[in-house]
């Protein structure tokens, strides 16, 4: 399995980003997907995540109402729809596909992307 994270960068509080998540090495029927993110100093914290087959998504408390998680089951692809960032929001993102254990927790996940930065200027 291979993840590839994208389009990270530099924007202002208040504006959006959309990152994506290019998935490869086999089929993701019946797994769930989903966005971690670190800031510096602190522990990788989850962000959302989606069912591949049943589009379900979750999400943390503190990104609901503000990020969508989306997929293209064709595609293979997972977005991250971000909206109304806040310089508390700067961190990498990580995709990852998980494996048994919680949904909220980074140990459950078998599979990682590489990571985006995203930057959010106040």
């Known amino acids: 399995v291979q993840l590839q994270a994208s389009g990270g960068g530099l924007v202002q509080a208040g504006n959006s980003l959309r990152l994506s998540c290019a998935a490869s090495g086999r089929t993701f029927s019946g797994s769930i997907m989903a966005w971690f993110r670190q800031a510096p100093g602190k522990e990788r914290e989850f962000v959302a995540a989606i069912g591949w087959s049943s589009g379900i998504p979750y999400y943390a408390d503190s990104v609901k109402g503000r990020f969508t998680i989306s997929r293209d089951n064709a595609k293979k692809k997972m977005y991250l729809q971000m909206n109304s960032l806040k310089p508390e929001d700067t961190a990498v993102y990580y995709c990852?596909?998980?494996?048994?254990?919680?949904?909220?927790?980074?140990?459950?996940?078998?599979?990682w992307g590489q990571g985006t930065l995203v930057t959010v200027s106040s």
């Open positions: 990852a596909v998980k494996g048994p254990g919680s949904l909220y927790t980074a140990d459950s996940y078998d599979y």
